[in-house]
């Protein structure tokens, strides 16, 4: 379960690119990310209660700072936490240093907030680097 929303940049992108393009902020799109943490995960969660199952969750350490009760009741429902970076950011065109930096700081934001040490990693879009899978082979 991919946890997201709310690690998006401001104005991120939707289905609906001609609007940003333009200079308007993408309202439709914002209320789709709103959706993920607001209504879509409890209802997975509730879901997944029901019919005993458990999942990893790859959280975003911004999205995890911005809704840490979800994140929080992820975790103490059972389900694993993976780390998924710290943000938004596309990490394959990174150096190394500022890619450890990247993956580190949100599996911190993830230990911190959810007392759980993230298992795996995601990388943004599934596009690591040359790098990725050494870093996030060290722990975090």
């Not at 939707?14 to 799109?29: A, D, H, I, V």
């Not at 938004?88 to 700081?105: C, G, L, R, T, V």
Request: proline residues 5%.
């Amino acid at each position: 379960m991919q946890f997201e929303a709310g690690g998006q940049p401001d104005n991120a992108e939707s289905p609906f690119p001609q609007n940003m393009q333009k200079g308007f902020t993408e309202l439709s799109g914002a209320t789709c990310y709103d959706y993920g943490y607001k209504e879509g995960i409890p209802r997975m969660l509730d879901n997944w209660d029901k019919l005993g199952i458990k999942v990893t969750s790859h959280m975003v350490g911004s999205a995890v700072l911005k809704n840490p009760l979800l994140a929080k009741e992820i975790v103490d429902r059972g389900h694993e936490a993976a780390a998924h970076g710290m943000n938004w950011a596309s990490q394959y065109n990174m150096p190394y240093d500022a890619e450890k930096k990247f993956i580190k700081d949100g599996a911190d934001a993830i230990k911190k907030i959810t007392g759980f040490t993230p298992v795996g990693y995601n990388a943004n879009w599934l596009q690591g680097c040359k790098y990725t899978r050494n870093i996030a082979g060290t722990g975090f």
